[in-house]
């Protein structure tokens, strides 16, 4: 079955620092990607997404991320957080055969130390 | 906000007692989905809808049924409740009508506890 990883369950960083969070996905096919972040207390809202075409995408407050296909990632990366970044974040995909459905990793817990 | 409202909110109930979640949408949309989010597991998609009456089995479907006899409303049952089914349930709606973008917009979740 296609997967999606995320290797880091928590991430603690200081104001201003980089950030990466990794993630991996199983399938080989035609892909859409998403990056998902949920506040404490707070629902699931779209971070970024990729369809197609320039594979670095730029979402809202500062976050991009970049399609590496031939290492099947799609990694998060904001240059200098802050503290109300504090969140856990979801990498989803929908797959070319199931595209109905969206499959979400594990999710990362960022904690941003002020 | 997309729209999207869950009912209830919170609930505690006993073990095999029948529970029923409501997704109530106002954007008219053809997709909804229901997903169980836990530590570790992240969400996992229990069933969807593409249609009225049009439904299909997710990752973790076992113990669950749902129901669309409207375009606004999904309905998840447990029938009988149990402990594994402790979690907190988020409804999500598709703008991607016909075109399956797989994005999603989420309710604000409803916690289950089974006792």
């Known amino acids: 079955a296609q997967s999606v990883s995320q290797h880091n369950h928590h991430v603690i960083l200081s104001e201003a620092a980089s950030l990466e969070l990794g993630c991996n996905y199983s399938y080989g096919g035609t892909v859409n990607l998403f990056w998902y972040v949920q506040y404490p207390g707070q629902h699931l809202q779209l971070l970024l997404k990729y369809f197609s075409g320039d594979p670095l995408v730029k979402g809202i407050k500062g976050f991009e991320a970049e399609f590496i296909k031939s290492k099947f990632s799609f990694n998060l990366r904001k240059p200098s957080v802050q503290w109300s970044d504090t969140a856990e974040y979801f990498c989803a995909v929908t797959y070319s055969g199931s595209a109905r459905q969206l499959t979400f990793g594990s999710g990362t817990q960022l904690t941003v130390l002020p | 906000d997309a729209g999207i409202t869950q009912s209830p909110r919170h609930k505690v109930t006993e073990t095999g007692t029948p529970v029923t979640l409501r997704c109530h949408q106002t954007e008219n949309h053809r997709y909804m989905y229901w997903y169980r989010q836990d530590p570790g597991h992240g969400l996992r998609l229990i069933h969807y809808?593409?249609?009225?009456?049009d439904t299909d089995k997710g990752e973790v479907s076992d113990g669950y049924s749902v129901s669309r006899s409207k375009t606004e409303d999904f309905l998840l049952t447990l029938e009988s409740a149990t402990s594994s089914q402790t979690s907190v349930y988020f409804c999500?709606?598709?703008w991607g009508v016909g075109s399956n973008t797989g994005e999603l917009f989420f309710g604000e979740g409803s916690r289950l506890t089974v006792l």
């Open positions: 809808s593409y249609g009225v009456k």
């Open positions: 999500a709606i598709s």
